[in-house]
C-alpha cells in the first residue's frame, strides 16, 4: 500500500504519516529533517538494520549522505522482504523532494501491498514524479495555494478536489483514493484528535556525531 502525503509545511503531513506506520511492526523511518527521537541511526549499516528488523524495532535513520543511504535503505528492505513474502512492514519517507527513489521502484511495485505500508511526504505535487502517480494507492492532501501546484491536482482528482485544497485549514486534509478516483473522507480540525501524534522535539544530525 502506498500513500502519498501532499501539502505546505508543517500542516501535518509527517505526523499523519507517521500516525500511520506506528501501529506496523517493524518500522523504518526515514528523516532527512531530524524531527523524530527514539532508534537513531545516522548512516545504513546493513547488518544492524537486518537484526533490527528482524526484532521488530521502529528505526529511524536520520542520513548524513541522502544520496547513500537511500539507496543503501532501499537494498536493504529489499532483501529483507524478499526473504520471506509474509512479513509486515511500515516505511515513512519524508521530505522526498530531496531524494532520488529510483532504487526503490522493486519496493514499490513488487512488495506485499497488503502488508507493506509506505508513506511518502511531499511539499509539492509537481515534485511527484508520473510512474508514482500511476502506482499510488491513497492521496493525503493538505493545503496547497501555488497555481501550479493546484494545476497538477486538478489533473489528478478533479477540479472539486483543487477547490477545497486551497481552503483547507492547519491539519485539514483530504483523502481521495487514487485507484477508484473519489474522495474517501475530508478530515476537519475537529477530527484531529483521531490521528494526530505529536512528533518529539527535533534534533540535527550533527549533534548525533561523537
Given at each position: 500500500?502506498?500513500t ?7 500542516l501535518?503531513?509527517s505526523?499523519l504519516?507517521?500516525?500511520?506506520v506506528q501501529k506496523?511492526?517493524?518500522r523504518v523511518i526515514f528523516?532527512?529533517r531530524?524531527?523524530?527521537q527514539?532508534n537513531?541511526?545516522?548512516t545504513v ?6 537484526t533490527m528488523l528482524?526484532?521488530n524495532?521502529?528505526?529511524?535513520i ?10 543503501a535503505?532501499?537494498?536493504v528492505l529489499?532483501?529483507w522482504?524478499?526473504e520471506d513474502k509474509t512479513r509486515?512492514?511500515?516505511?515513512l519517507?519524508?521530505?522526498v523532494?530531496l531524494l532520488d527513489?529510483?532504487?526503490?521502484d ?6 506485499e501491498?497488503?502488508?507493506?505500508q509506505f508513506?511518502?511526504?511531499f511539499h ?6 508520473t510512474d508514482?502517480?500511476?502506482?499510488m494507492d491513497?492521496?493525503?492532501l ?12 486538478e489533473?489528478?482528482c ?5 477547490d ?7 491539519f485539514?486534509f483530504?483523502?481521495?483514493d ?5 474522495v ?9 484528535a483521531?490521528w ?5 522535539a527535533?534534533r540535527?544530525p550533527a549533534e548525533l556525531?561523537p
Amino acid at each position: 500500500m502506498i500513500t502519498v502525503c501532499i501539502g505546505r509545511r508543517e500542516l501535518g503531513k509527517s505526523t499523519l504519516g507517521y500516525y500511520m506506520v506506528q501501529k506496523i511492526s517493524p518500522r523504518v523511518i526515514f528523516d532527512p529533517r531530524a524531527q523524530f527521537q527514539g532508534n537513531i541511526q545516522t548512516t545504513v549499516d546493513p547488518d544492524a538494520l537486518l537484526t533490527m528488523l528482524d526484532n521488530n524495532q521502529e528505526v529511524i535513520i536520520q542520513p548524513l549522505h541522502l544520496e547513500d543511504d537511500t539507496q543503501a535503505l532501499a537494498e536493504v528492505l529489499q532483501q529483507w522482504l524478499s526473504e520471506d513474502k509474509t512479513r509486515r512492514l511500515g516505511v515513512l519517507i519524508d521530505e522526498v523532494g530531496l531524494l532520488d527513489l529510483s532504487a526503490w521502484d522493486w519496493l514499490f511495485r513488487c512488495s506485499e501491498r497488503g502488508l507493506v505500508q509506505f508513506v511518502l511526504t511531499f511539499h509539492r505535487p509537481v515534485d511527484l514524479h508520473t510512474d508514482m502517480r500511476a502506482i499510488m494507492d491513497t492521496l493525503c492532501l493538505f493545503r496547497m495555494t501555488m497555481p501550479n501546484d493546484l494545476d497538477v491536482i486538478e489533473n489528478m482528482c478533479g477540479a472539486a478536489v483543487r477547490d477545497q485544497v486551497e481552503t483547507l485549514q492547519e491539519f485539514e486534509f483530504i483523502v481521495f483514493d487514487a485507484a477508484r478516483g473519489e474522495v474517501k473522507r475530508t478530515f476537519r480540525k475537529q477530527d484531529r484528535a483521531s490521528w494526530y501524534v505529536p512528533l518529539r522535539a527535533r534534533r540535527s544530525p550533527a549533534e548525533l556525531l561523537p
